[in-house]
């Protein structure tokens, strides 16, 4: 079993939608969590970076952090075809380095 | 700004053959990282660097090889490359912690194909 789950989708959503994207993980010692943006051929680009459990907001972005159900989440609201892509979340024990990836949710946001 | 650059972007190689794919930062990053991305499994750590003259196994070492003498540069050999080698690699930056590092930057990929 990989150590982060992510449902690898397409998921299809109308523009303006919320688009909300979870990632599971098994590894109690993660304490650093974030979510990446990939286009296609590009390389990931950090989004969203939280610590330990709760919410964090930037703009349409919402990331959530429950260590206790060892859940993440990621809202984008207001979904624009921009925000077609791959997401991957990710966690780590320490701030900086060594991050363990899930496998990527690909995202269509259709006009 | 140039960032993370990596090179070359694509290449293939025939089987057996070694290769160095180069990485460098102008950002002055301590910690230096290779992921390889295959199809569904998302990036999983091959070999990091948290300084000069200091490396270590991530959690796909096998095949690969890498050194750092200098802080700018993490070059990634492919001893003996194999088909199972072929995917897309990232190099990734980042300061350290006692720096306030906390984003990992990404350089843009190369793509590898072992025939």
């Known amino acids: 079993q990989k150590e982060v789950e992510q449902d690898p989708g397409p998921l299809s959503v109308p523009e303006g939608a919320i688009v909300s994207l979870n990632c599971t993980y098994s590894n109690s010692a993660f304490q650093y969590f974030m979510w990446y943006r990939q286009y296609s051929r590009k390389g990931p680009e950090l989004l969203m970076y939280?610590?330990?459990?709760g919410n964090k907001e930037d703009g349409r972005f919402t990331a959530q952090v429950d260590k206790s159900s060892k859940y993440i989440s990621l809202f984008i609201r207001d979904s624009q075809p921009s925000d077609s892509a791959t997401y991957l979340c990710a966690g780590t024990k320490a701030a900086g380095n060594k991050l363990t990836f899930g496998g990527g949710t690909r995202v269509l946001v259709k006009p | 700004n140039a960032g993370v650059t990596q090179t070359p972007k694509f290449q293939v190689l025939k089987t057996g053959q070694s290769m160095t794919l180069q990485c460098a930062q102008d950002?002055?990053?301590?910690?230096m990282s290779w992921y390889r991305q295959d199809p569904g499994m998302g990036l999983r750590l091959i070999h990091y660097?948290?300084?000069?003259?200091?490396?270590d196994q991530g959690e796909v070492p096998n095949g690969y090889n890498v050194s750092r003498s200098t802080t700018e540069d993490f070059p990634l050999r492919l001893l003996s490359a194999a088909p199972s080698q072929t995917s897309v690699y990232f190099c990734?930056?980042?300061?350290?912690?006692?720096?306030?590092?906390?984003?990992?930057?990404f350089g843009e990929g190369s793509w590898l194909t072992v025939v």
């Open positions: 660097s948290v300084g000069a003259g200091i490396t």
């Open positions: 990734a930056s980042s300061a350290s912690p006692r720096a306030g590092g906390n984003t990992i930057y």
């Open positions: 950002m002055n990053h301590e910690y």
């Open positions: 939280t610590y330990s459990s």
